[in-house]
């Protein structure tokens, strides 16, 4: 090419100046060329990386697996998180100044910034605020929830509401240690429970032949659970709503798989509007009817969370604001009672036990007099508590009868089933 071009502007110029073609034509060439495909494989590299990035943001699947990655990640401390905001000036400013109110005698006092200052992982966000669990210099275990829906409550009626539940003491209960109180946000400190809540037990999903939880473990759970709901019905005798937010979620475990109930009797000090848009006592058949709430109440969310436990089914309508998840969990409870009376109702992770079907229905029954939408047919606390009490892990030899949980028109009038329906059978 380089040669035809000398010969034609040779010709034109009428001279005879092109003799053999010069090398540095033929570098040139060959450092354009290269030139040209560097600039095209890099474009082909960057519309791959915009291709990959676009895919990855609009699967949501691979989207939610980013998150996870993320909230796993350690939160740094408890005031920063993972960026800094306006509370986390505040108590950046109070210094020393800034002083965690002890609400136990029996716990070793430390100071509000060493707390804010250790080394602290998410547990969670939801929609009351965040969990951090954050281990102070002593190698104690706690956890800092961050509440912002609690600014319409003054200092001395939070305080005196918090003093309350530290005075309260049980087993089943998660003990309230310590609190910090500012207008825009609320700090409460609680002991830390080792395996997590019962809902992560029941409904995240496992590694390959990691077991779930079986009928002794599930048994010893709503057994505990009962109890400390009996003693908040006791301790907090004046509140119509003793717990309020009675959930799977707020089930914790200890060790050895204890339960501990947690966020209880937090309605008197919460913003009316957020309570009544998220906590599960208001998404109650009474109050969706009647905007009222009862002494029943709370023994209805126990209803669900037992039908919940033995059946592996997750009551989703429970993160949908306000009534709107109302009609949608009625209907998730018939699902559960109509379904054909047999072993696959349960949760499979139950199928290995050995003659426990009986008891499981026993407790089956129990869930559904809890739930009874009929508030004036559903079971009182005390009733549970005792037909509770009485399960067992195994079948006795001498099987009782079953209606003795209940007649057919009394118990179940809502969804019409009768004892004849509660044939049982076990599936292999």
């Not at 005879?16 to 073609?21: A, H, I, Q, S």
């Not at 939160?75 to 400013?93: F, L, P, T, W």
């Not at 530290?166 to 500012?182: I, K, Q, T």
């Not at 199928?351 to 869930?367: F, R, S």
Request: overall charge positive; proline content about 3%.
């Amino acid at each position: 090419m380089c040669v035809i071009l000398c010969k034609i502007f040779a010709w034109m110029a009428g001279n005879n100046l092109c003799g053999e073609p010069l090398p540095k034509c033929s570098s040139s060439r060959k450092k354009r060329t290269i030139i040209i495909i560097i600039v095209v494989a890099g474009s082909l590299v960057v519309l791959a990386l915009i291709a990959a990035v676009s895919y990855i943001l609009k699967d949501p699947a691979m989207a939610s697996r980013f998150k996870k990655a993320e909230k796993k990640k350690p939160a740094g401390n408890v005031i920063m998180g993972k960026k800094e905001d306006q509370s986390s000036q505040h108590y950046r400013k109070l210094g020393e100044k800034a002083k965690l109110y002890f609400v136990r005698n029996d716990r070793e006092k430390f100071q509000l910034q060493e707390l804010l200052r250790a080394s602290a992982e998410v547990l969670g966000s939801g929609s009351f605020g965040s969990s951090y669990k954050a281990v102070i210099s002593s190698g104690e275990a706690l956890v800092v929830k961050r509440f912002k829906q609690m600014n319409n409550v003054g200092k001395e009626e939070f305080r005196e509401h918090m003093v309350r539940l530290g005075r309260l003491s049980h087993p089943n209960l998660l003990s309230l240690v310590a609190f910090y109180y500012r207008k825009e946000e609320k700090l409460l400190v609680s002991d830390f429970a080792p395996n997590g809540s019962l809902a992560s037990h029941l409904h995240a999903r496992r590694a390959p032949g990691e077991p779930g939880l079986d009928w002794p473990t599930r048994l010893k759970i709503i057994k505990g659970v009962a109890k400390g709901l009996a003693y908040l019905y006791n301790e907090l005798s004046n509140l119509t709503l003793p717990h309020g937010h009675l959930k799977s979620s707020n089930v914790l475990l200890n060790h050895t798989f204890d339960p501990l109930l947690s966020d209880y009797a937090l309605l008197p000090v919460m913003n009316k509007e957020h309570a009544q848009q998220f906590m599960v006592a208001y998404k109650s058949p009474e109050f969706s009817q009647y905007d009222r709430t009862t002494r029943k109440t709370d023994v209805w969310s126990l209803g669900i969370l037992i039908l919940e436990m033995l059946t592996g089914k997750f009551p989703a309508n429970y993160l949908r604001q306000g009534k709107g998840g109302n009609a949608d969990l009625a209907t998730w409870v018939n699902s559960v009672v109509r379904e054909e009376w047999t072993g696959e109702v349960f949760d499979k992770d139950m199928k290995g036990t050995k003659n426990g079907e009986g008891e499981m229905l026993k407790l089956l029954k129990i869930g559904m007099g809890c739930c009874e939408w009929d508030i004036e047919k559903r079971w009182e606390l005390r009733e549970a508590l005792e037909r509770i009490e009485e399960l067992k892990e195994r079948d006795s030899d001498n099987v009782e009868d079953y209606s003795s949980y209940g007649s057919e028109g009394d118990v179940y009038s809502s969804r019409a089933v009768t004892d004849d329906e509660f044939s049982f059978s076990v599936q292999a």
